[in-house]
T-cell receptor
Framework: DAGVTQSPTHLIKTRGQQVTLRCSPK?????VSWYQQALGQGPQFIFQ???????QRGNFPDRFSGHQFPNYSSELNVNALLLGDSALYLC?????????????FGQGTRLTVV | KQEVTQIPAALSVPEGENLVLNCSFT??????LQWFRQDPGKGLTSLLL?????REQTSGRLNASLDKSSGRSTLYIAASQPGDSATYLC????????????FGKGTLLTVNP
């Protein structure tokens, strides 16, 4: 079992550019959530996808958007990058839409905006 | 709005010591609580999941307890080892919003040989 996999692991972008991060969930999982973790802080919820729909969204601007594919993998897109978007972006997957299931996280993508 | 607090923010102990990490949350209507470990610059590793109906969970040298009514959880680590050095994060999934996890800022643990 490969677990949750994210790509790329590191990324450097310039202010104003756009970025796409990718996530493949753990085998058997159908729900994908994205989190942003600034240095020294706990992860903050961005949004969650289930059945290819955005099910819930955190307090993030519309510059942050996502997509879920029929194979349950997901993308996080960030437009018009700001310096403050520099963070570790974490993807989590859980199973079959039930709220009580355990969340498993990937290794994260470190985004640096210069 | 659910808020999660972890105390202490940092802890340094000698190898072999037993230790307790604390987590508190403001809204007791939770679905579950999860403890994670995070190594520097890495992702999160799930350690223990406690459902709202449970009082504790154990895995090896780790034991997590949950007191939902008082909004508290503790993670007990027995016979600590240098390899336990990491940041430990507590997260709750609230009953009113049972999709997202709300995290504390974590406890940075250093176990000295």
């Amino acid at each position: 079992d490969a677990g949750v996999t994210q790509s790329p692991t590191h990324l450097i972008k310039t202010r104003g550019q756009q970025v796409t991060l990718r996530c493949s969930p753990k085998s058997g999982h159908d729900t994908v959530s994205w989190y942003q973790q600034a240095l020294g802080q706990g992860p903050q919820f961005i949004f969650q996808y289930y059945e290819e729909e955005e099910r819930q969204r955190g307090n993030f601007p519309d510059r942050f958007s996502g997509h879920q594919f029929p194979n349950y993998s997901s993308e996080l897109n960030v437009n018009a990058l700001l310096l403050g978007d520099s963070a570790l972006y974490l993807c989590a997957s859980s199973g079959r839409g039930r709220g009580g299931t355990e969340a498993f996280f990937g290794q994260g993508t470190r985004l640096t905006v210069v | 709005k659910q808020e999660v607090t972890q105390i202490p923010a940092a802890l340094s102990v000698p190898e072999g010591e037993n230790l307790v990490l604390n987590c508190s949350f403001t809204d007791s209507a939770i679905y579950n609580l999860q403890w994670f470990r995070q190594d520097p610059g890495k992702g999160l590793t799930s350690l223990l999941l406690i459902q709202s109906s449970q009082r504790e969970q154990t895995s090896g040298r780790l034991n997590a307890s949950l007191d939902k009514s008082s909004g508290r959880s503790t993670l007990y680590i027995a016979a600590s080892q240098p390899g336990d050095s990491a940041t430990y994060l507590c997260a709750v999934k609230s009953g009113g919003s049972n999709y997202k996890l709300t995290f504390g800022k974590g406890t940075l643990l250093t176990v000295n040989p």
